[in-house]
């Protein structure tokens, strides 16, 4: 009697999944430097199929690749967060992706009867949100 052998294509998440990211503790443009790596974590599971390939809390590492501190004269201060692996299940993936976050609004105060302009500083804090996308499959 011949004997069924049952066959499993290999399943992976496909590269380009969108997958929603917070920063895992607060990075702000007054703090960082051109190069510095900075940890994210993933807001939701991340599901393929029904089964869960990136769990909640997977770490996510960026680098900050453009940086202006709080400026005079209104401008704010900005930076951007290139994002660059994943780890899922001990092991790392690439992943692709950058997020920009901006100073908001311009603080006026008045000293000695002059008036001073300066910009905010850009923070991101826990909580607040970037999407990032895996630059290749991630087999499960």
Known sequence: ?????AQTA???LPANTMVQLTPEAEISSKKINLGDKVGFAVVNDVTDGGQVVIPRGSHVEGAIT?????AIGGKSGKFEVT?????????TYAMKGTHRQE???NTVAAVFGSMLVSGRSAVMLPGDFANAFTNEPIPY
Not at 1 to 5: D, I, L
């Open 83 to 91: 994002f660059e692996k994943i780890t899922v299940g001990g092991k």
């Open 10 to 12: 290999a399943k992976a």
């Open 103 to 105: 100073g908001k609004g």
């Open 1 to 5: 009697m011949p004997v069924a052998v």
């Open 66 to 70: 453009f940086k202006t501190g709080k």
